[in-house]
């Protein structure tokens, strides 16, 4: 009777792009990019499931230190889906780590009006933003990302 609920209970990964993402998340670079280069292999893989696949395999191939195919991955997810915020928050991280600062901020800035709810770009635009001597705009950013993080209340406070 138990090992009829056992099968029910096995959390394994659901989707092929499950796998991928659990071995990222494990640090199984190997297994995670055969399982990613697998789902791109596929040709009938939804437009959407391609975007997060290219999008994920780029982050893969930053760990990597493979800077140049991911940027290859990163400008192939925004070919198939220009509004793809992560892909922009991705390709600003590279311009960053080159300190092409006033590059990356537009790329920053293409992910946040891509999606305006997107905490992680207003955090990796405050980065920038500081990296330029641009403060204020760094806090302002900051402000936003942690409201969108509800760690600040949307709204300031009347008493002080």
Same mark, same amino acid.
Request: proline residues 5%.
């Given at each position: ?20 993402? +659990? /071995? ?6 190997? *297994?995670?990019? =055969? &399982?990613?280069? %697998?789902?791109? !292999? ?55 780590? +080159? /300190? ?6 537009? *790329?920053?800035? =293409? &992910?946040?009006? %891509?999606?305006? !709810? ?43």
């Amino acid at each position: 009777m138990f090992d009829f609920f056992r099968r029910f209970a096995r959390s394994g990964p659901r989707t092929p792009l499950d796998a991928a993402l +659990e /071995a990222l998340s494990r640090g199984d670079h190997p *297994r995670a990019l =055969a &399982a990613l280069e %697998a789902l791109l !292999a596929q040709p009938d893989l939804e437009r959407s499931q391609r975007v997060i696949a290219l999008n994920k395999r780029g982050v893969l191939r930053v760990g990597l230190h493979d800077h140049g195919a991911a940027r290859g991955d990163f400008e192939a997810a925004l070919a198939l889906d220009p509004a793809y915020a992560p892909a922009h928050a991705n390709l600003g991280n590279l311009l960053y780590e +080159e /300190a092409r600062y006033e590059e990356a901020i537009l *790329r920053y800035e =293409a &992910a946040i009006r %891509a999606d305006d !709810a997107y905490a992680t770009a207003y955090v990796n635009v405050a980065a920038a933003y500081k990296r330029l001597g641009r403060h204020a705009q760094a806090v302002g950013a900051l402000r936003k990302a942690a409201r969108l993080e509800g760690r600040l209340p949307l709204k300031p406070s009347k008493s002080r």
